[in-house]
């Protein structure tokens, strides 16, 4: 990720898995909801940008917004419903940007990486229709679809974290791919559909 002069959101991490370098993940789902975390608070100053891009590099989906206010903290971008959905076996990158310099647009801290879309196969979809949300979280993870584990356990935690095995599902997700610094971070409700500028 580059920096940029932007030393108070040089901390921006995605909730990805990482490995040489390469940030990526699976998903299931046709329309991901993506998260990271926010090292600062945002302000109307601060604008984010947020490109997904097919392997031609055609915008699947971009917008660029402010939420004033936004604590710092860990946030999701879901992917619209009225976005074209993701194909299956279909790699795409993605790209967030915080411009963080008003006075220097072109200065930003980003984090970047690709997400690829696959298919449960039908003795993974069995099990996880009888499976409890963490069950389910469980299962996701080993087979090495991040995305959904991810997204399923942060909601889970967002309105559990009191419950251990919760707790405990929460810590030892984010330690399997190296972001326990970020198990205690509060979470911010940022970005919602109204403060999107839509797609192009």
Known sequence: ASRGSCRQFEALTA??????????GKTTSDRPTFWFYLP???????????????????Y???????????????INLPIPANIKSLEVGKTYSWTLS???????????VFVKGTIQRVSLDAALQNRLQGA???????????????????NILANLYRTHS????????????????NLANLTQMPFAPCCTPEQRTGNR
């Open 132 to 150: 409890t949300p963490i069950e389910q979280v469980n299962l996701y993870a080993a087979n090495g679809i991040w995305f959904e584990a991810l």
């Open 15 to 24: 909730l990805v898995p990482a490995k040489n370098g390469i940030v990526w």
């Open 60 to 74: 699947v989906y971009h917008t660029r917004f402010t939420a004033p206010g936004t604590q710092s903290g860990l």
């Open 98 to 108: 915080v411009y963080c310099a008003p006075a220097k647009p072109s200065n930003s």
């Open 40 to 58: 600062n608070q945002l302000t109307a100053q601060t604008q984010i940008e947020f490109a997904l891009q097919d392997a031609a590099d055609n």
């Open 162 to 177: 009191d419950q251990k095995s919760v707790a405990n599902a929460w810590v030892s997700l984010l330690q399997q791919v």
